[in-house]
């Protein structure tokens, strides 16, 4: 009875035990105010209960100037030129952060944390006025015991002060690159402009969490693919032992899915140590992973809701006798990065899992030019990403350091090329302070299997010397820490032995960079150099490639006056100080001058017919946003593997209301290149060459398929089929490849005269007579002009919608919602339609996904129609509002 008696009761010990040494997290909430100590001095602010009312709610993680905008302490900065109007003077300077907390949130016993994830760009940390810290740097963590300073009989004081760039007058260095590590475009660039307090702050987490004795740090799972049948992992984590005791236990991994479990050999640690453990395959036979499912880039495989393959591994240090003392769970991605330089004589190609992959993508400069994307902010742009059929994202001169983003990445299938914070050959004013950064990046994101490509520098050799210390740094801190199994290219637009700025010399391997404004689509085909001097005449891999992108008229009035309210034109464009100048639609070149705004007009008033209000110019501009954005992509698939090898738009995200570089915009609004980017990079895909005719069907999986068949159609602008023109063909396609059906219009000089604008569908059908791929075009007589559609009939009340179904999307969350569109004029075709839901007010409903836009219908076809939106949105009432550009 006593033995009975004593067992339970140490099992019982145990089990409160276990409950209690979990991971604990306390909420903080912030109070923000300049430093002055005029005002207030450290002793002052230090002491529990100070009075803040005076001082404003703190954003954590966020910025300065942007819990200021919160609080309502500034004019919306999107809209007009009110951010230009702000007293910078007022942010760039440092500002306390305050917080307190109770000691009796956690239980007696517990080692309590205080953990930092970024800090811009210095902070100073503080606890009960005891200095604890400093963090230098957006990425550099800090992880400070803070146990045995805590308050027990009062509440805890937390304070940090965060110190902006630039702040040291005798360091007053631009941002690019002499502050580096630093968000860079927060001084402006010409994209965005310069934000107050250049974006400083606690711009990442902080949270308040217990452990036992010791603490698992920096647990990393690294994989290897033999082939694809196998994987070998390798676990590893290091263990901090916090007493002043010897503390034995054991380290246990557990991996998921395959509940695949390894318990390591008792562990001694030392008091007050700090140890590194690591486990592999040859000790434990288990870590063979047999028929692994391996993540894939999107579009090459993943699961039925078009998510990714993803395990997870828990990895806690059990302490003998008393349970577990610390766990942390990662998710990682098992897949094979590989490359070569050869397989298209010069240019960079790119595996997954020994799978060729065409690169299409976009860069990714701000997340927000604020830094207010948070979260699930990103769900919504990824979803937008992984929806344009890209399979990756360029993290911009590392301007995006929330791991939001790659988790996101991770789960949609977009890979990731990431930047480190340099621009060009500069130097930079710390090595000390880079270099320590550096090493937290690779070691806080190495274990997402989305980042494919690290990147020293945009557009130039780290340090202007591919042997120097700064190149050898972030390469050291990658190899060291990331057992160097991705990609390193040292500048993103050549090989890093090419001369400064340029792409001509020993090493080719990407293209360059440019141009930045609007092509016609027969130079798309023909001419990859687009007249930029650092381009080389080969399509390549190319880093950076842009157009300008107007916006939908419902977005620009939201960010532009009422006495803008009209079609641009050259002349308005060509100022440095107005409106236009102000979101980025100038010809000065620090302004938004390389998306030629100029030549964006022209083309529009030249090929559609001079605008006649903002409406019209807005309706004109998507026509041109998706013949661009689809013939930029198309162009690099006609190509592909000849020299073709991938190609990144510039900009595929807006982080500022503008007109140039975006796929969607500021406020979620789809553009018409966001269409022409879906369609064209489709993993199945049929187009046509605007140069040759030739119509051709790319297949981007790693398998063939046959039994496909390709048909072309082309109408009168009146909707109805020229039966003379119609060609189909059966073909089988090989694996990554890019196959010619046929040539379209090949009897055009025996057959009828067509229309002054004129329309080809393809269409590309599978073995079962299903739909694969359908592409459609809108071709002049005469190059380039479409005028002729301003004088289509209207096709008003003839074209007709019903809601089919409604049902829940993939995710298990989103509503779905499927309409039936068709177009019953007996005149006229129905072009360019615009679908969008609004609610009872005419208001736009956003974000949303749309699963086709900005197309046309012939007489009498029907088109099914699929949005998918957040149920939220919807609680109102909601209406589908459909406008052809002949409405």
């Known amino acids: 009875m006593r033995y009975i008696l004593k067992f339970t009761l140490n099992t019982l010990f145990l089990l409160l035990l276990q409950a209690t040494t979990q991971a604990q997290s306390v909420k903080l909430n912030w109070k923000l105010f300049p430093q002055d100590d005029r005002l207030y001095t450290l002793e002052q602010i230090s002491v529990p209960g100070f009075y803040t009312n005076n001082w404003i709610d703190g954003v954590v993680p966020g910025t300065v100037f942007y819990a200021y905008v919160k609080a309502g302490k500034e004019k919306d900065p999107d809209y007009a030129d009110n951010i230009y109007q702000v007293d910078k003077s007022k942010y760039n300077r440092p500002f306390w952060y305050r917080s307190e907390f109770l000691s009796s949130a956690f239980k007696p016993g517990k080692t309590v944390w205080l953990n930092f994830n970024g800090i811009h760009k210095r902070g100073e940390i503080y606890v009960n006025g005891q200095h604890i810290g400093s963090i230098k740097g957006l990425v550099e963590r800090g992880r400070y015991n803070i146990t045995n300073i805590l308050n027990t009989k009062a509440p805890n004081v937390i304070l940090v002060l965060t ?3 630039r702040n040291d007058p005798e360091h007053n260095h631009p941002l690019a690159n002499w502050e580096s590590p630093t968000y860079i475009s927060s001084g402006s660039w010409d994209w965005m402009p310069e934000v107050p307090g ?15 004795p010791v603490a698992v740090t920096d647990p990393w799972v690294h994989t290897q693919l033999k082939d694809l049948n196998a994987a070998d992992v390798t676990v590893g984590a290091n263990l901090q032992n916090t007493s002043s005791r010897a503390v034995s236990g054991t380290l246990k991994f557990v991996i998921n899915p395959g509940n695949i479990t390894v318990n390591g050999p ?14 592999n395959e040859g000790q434990f036979a288990q870590l063979h992973i047999k028929s692994p499912k391996l993540w894939w880039p999107n579009g090459y495989g993943g699961n039925a809701d078009g998510t990714q393959h993803l395990y997870t591994c828990s990895v806690s240090f059990e302490v003998d006798g008393a349970g577990v003392s610390d766990r942390v769970v990662k998710t990682f991605g ?7 330089t050869t397989s298209v004589n010069g240019p960079l190609r790119v595996y997954i899992n020994n799978v060729p992959v065409l690169l299409k993508g976009g860069n990714w400069g701000m997340s927000d030019y604020m830094l207010k994307a948070r979260g699930k902010d990103y769900e919504t742009r990824i979803r937008f990403h992984q929806d344009m059929n890209f399979n990756i994202i360029r993290n911009w001169t590392g301007e995006v350091t929330d791991e939001a983003f790659y988790n996101y990445c991770d789960k949609y299938g977009i890979m990731v090329w990431d930047d480190f914070w340099l621009n060009n050959f500069g130097q930079i004013d710390s090595l000390g302070i880079f270099k320590t950064n550096a090493i937290e990046k690779v070691k806080k994101l190495r274990h997402h299997p989305s980042i494919v490509i690290w990147c020293g520098a945009n557009e130039g050799v780290p340090g202007g ?5 700064l190149n050898n740094t972030i390469k050291a801190a990658i190899k060291n820490n990331d057992s160097d199994d991705r990609i390193y290219l040292a500048r993103s637009n050549a090989g890093e032995t090419n001369p400064n700025f340029s792409i001509h010399g020993g090493s080719r391997i990407l293209s360059g960079s440019g141009l930045w404004s609007n092509t016609d689509p027969k130079t798309y085909f023909t001419d990859p150099h687009n007249g930029y001097l650092f381009s080389k005449d080969s399509y390549g891999m190319r880093s950076e490639l842009g157009t300008a992108t107007f916006v939908n008229v419902e977005s620009f009035k939201k960010f532009m006056p009422q006495e803008y309210w009209v079609a641009p034109t050259p002349k308005a464009v060509d100022s440095k100080t107005n409106m236009w100048a102000r979101h980025y639609f100038s010809t000065d070149g620090s302004l938004g001058g390389g998306a030629d705004p100029v030549k964006y007009i022209n083309t529009i008033n030249n090929s559609y017919g001079k605008a006649t209000s903002l409406e019209d110019f807005c309706k004109k501009a998507q026509m041109l946003n998706v013949e661009t954005m689809k013939a930029m992509y198309e162009s690099w698939n006609d190509h592909m593997w000849k020299d073709a090898t991938g190609m990144l738009i510039w900009m595929s995200q807006s982080a500022y209301p503008s007109m140039i570089w975006q796929t969607y915009d500021y406020y979620y609004d789809l553009t018409g290149a966001y269409f022409g980017a879906k369609k064209a990079c489709e993993p199945v895909h ?38 003379a023109y119609t060609i ?16 379209a219009f090949s009897n055009a000089g025996s057959s009828p005269a067509l229309s002054a604008v004129h329309f080809l569908k393809l269409r590309l059908t599978n073995k079962a007579g299903k739909l694969v791929s359908e592409n459609f075009y809108w071709i002049g007589n005469a190059y380039l002009d479409y005028t ?19 049902s829940t999307a993939k995710n298990g969350i989103n509503r779905l919602l499927t309409y039936r569109i068709i177009n019953t004029s007996k005149n006229t075709a129905a072009f360019g339609i615009r679908a969008q839901l609004v609610d009872k007010a005419g208001k736009q409903l956003l974000p949303a996904l749309y699963n086709d836009g900005y197309f046309s219908l012939m007489q009498g076809e029907a088109k099914t129609l699929e949005v998918e939106i957040d149920p939220k949105l919807l609680t109102q009432g909601y209406n589908l509002q459909i406008k052809a550009y002949n409405n």
């Open 163 to 165: 110190v902006p760039p």
């Open 198 to 212: 250049l974006n400083s702050g606690i711009t990442d987490t902080v949270s308040l969490t217990t452990t036992g």
């Open 266 to 279: 008792q562990i001694k640690l030392r008091p007050n140590s700090f140890e590194n453990v690591t486990y």
């Open 334 to 340: 098992i897949r094979k990065i590989s490359a070569d």
């Open 465 to 469: 010397d591919p042997n120097g210390p």
């Open 686 to 723: 049929i187009q046509w060459n605007a140069a040759t005719n030739s119509v051709k069907v790319i297949n981007n999986k790693a398998y063939s398929i046959e039994g496909l068949r390709a048909a072309a159609f082309v109408y009168d602008m009146n909707g109805k089929i020229v039966p």
């Open 728 to 743: 189909t063909k059966s073909l089988n396609v090989a694996p990554a490849s890019a196959t010619e059906a046929f040539v």
């Open 788 to 806: 002729a559609l301003n004088k289509m009939p209207r096709v008003g009340p003839s074209l007709l919608h019903s809601k089919v179904k409604v």
